[in-house]
């Protein structure tokens, strides 16, 4: 253990219980020291990661490093062995991304973005749909809510979808990334979490998916972007969080850093 990190560790056992650490009220997102294992597997060691006010951080790492873990820790779909985690210099404990969601965190996931087999409109709306009253009977605002996705979708490009009744197994990676990004600005999230947006599309959807990173700054987001791609994410990302074996091995500004380096870092080369 470091000096500083000891030190860091006797500050919090001086600290009285229930007084909220420095990082956590500095910050939209603090995930202080967790731990997270299924079973033997230690998935996360000891990890805190923050993520500021409209700020942009590239977590990085290679397969199996711990990224999925540590924002579905983040956003209530794994509930940590230890650790805490606080969103606006508040201690929350969600127990499910749908707390997380409430909360103003909006994931996109890796491998579930979208539900395939539901509309566009359905996955805009996804568990806040819009209802309409006739008499004692309550009907879902289909019209209205056809009207907002596809406005909302015109604001994010996705300029050529056929109709908003088509169902998503039609769509490509990157308009399903987009989907996930019209979603959050439209409901007024405070963080986006995108798991590895660019795994699976073409070099043009990735340049449209990095423009609506930061765009989504623009509007007084934060986003947490995972990549194992330094390249793409180095221009748009404020700060890289490079995570090792389930530890936190490297934290830097982008002024401190370029792709190049992040990629020695990544393959554990520095
Ligand atoms: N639900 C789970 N059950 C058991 N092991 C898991 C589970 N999720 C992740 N792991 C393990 O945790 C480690 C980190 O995985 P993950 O967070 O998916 O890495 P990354 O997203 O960086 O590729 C891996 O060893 C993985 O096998
Ligand atoms: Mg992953």
């Not at 749908?98 to 909006?106: K, Q, T």
């Not at 623009?218 to 947490?224: A, F, P, T, Y």
């Amino acid at each position: 253990m470091s000096t500083e990190t000891r030190q860091n560790e006797i500050v919090r056992q001086q600290e009285p219980r229930g007084n909220i650490p420095r990082e956590a009220r500095e910050s939209l997102a603090f995930v202080d020291n967790v731990t997270m294992k299924f079973n033997k597997v230690v998935a996360l060691r000891n990890v805190s990661f923050k993520v500021g006010y409209n700020e942009v951080v590239g977590l990085l790492g290679d397969n199996g490093a711990g990224k999925s873990t540590l924002i579905k820790v983040l956003n209530g779909f794994h509930q940590p062995t230890a650790g805490q985690i606080y969103l606006d210099g508040r201690p929350v404990n969600f127990k499910s991304p749908r707390d997380s969601r409430d909360a103003g965190i909006e994931t996109a996931y890796q491998d579930l973005a979208l539900v395939d087999l539901m509309t566009i409109t359905r996955n805009f709306f996804l568990g806040r749909e819009l209802q309409r009253r006739v008499g004692p009977f309550k009907f879902l605002d289909m019209p209205r809510m056809n009207e907002i996705a596809a406005k909302s979708m015109a604001e994010v490009g996705l300029r050529n979808i056929r109709e908003m009744y088509e169902t998503v197994s039609f769509l490509s990676g990157g308009e399903r990334q987009a989907i996930a990004i019209g979603r959050a600005t439209f409901f007024g999230a405070k963080l986006l979490i995108l798991d590895e947006p660019t795994a699976a599309i073409s070099v043009a959807e990735t340049e449209w998916v990095l423009r609506l990173v930061a765009e989504a700054k623009q509007n007084g987001l934060s986003v947490i972007m995972i990549t194992h791609n330094a390249y793409e994410v180095f221009d748009v990302a404020d700060r890289f969080v490079v995570l090792q074996q389930g530890e936190n091995y490297a934290d830097l500004k982008r002024e401190e850093t370029n792709a190049k380096e992040l990629i020695e870092i990544i393959a554990g080369r520095k």
